[in-house]
């Protein structure tokens, strides 16, 4: 049987005795980047441990109208979601421009048979 009981969500553990870890103290290395000392909640092992936390890449960009450029690279599903509407985009563009050349030819088909129709008129009288 374990000693403690198991971490919550996100919650660090002892890899000594399993006990969950709280954070003593924590500092902002960089605006991007987040240290911490992390320390057993069990007194009588009391190891600690630092970590960090830090922002890697842009996930999905700010929704604000006026939000400046962010530093960080945008993630490879970012990529990947922008590439998907651009390439959805073409579609959307290419069927438009395929049925503005599709009534282009109707309507000249259609001017093609009416003179046709009236070159015949004009032989017949
Ligand atoms: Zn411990």
Known sequence: MALFKK???GQFWCCFCGAPLVCRTSWFAHVFL???VY??????CSASFYARTELTHLASPSGLP????CELPPSNNHLRKMAQKVYENNLVIREEQLSLLR???????????????HVREDLAS
């Open 103 to 117: 009534d282009e030819i109707d309507e000249d088909q259609q001017q093609q048979q009416q003179q046709q129709q």
């Open 66 to 69: 006026n939000a400046p450029a």
């Open 7 to 9: 971490p919550k969500k």
């Open 39 to 44: 320390q057993c909640h069990f007194a009588p």
């Open 34 to 36: 987040r240290q911490q």
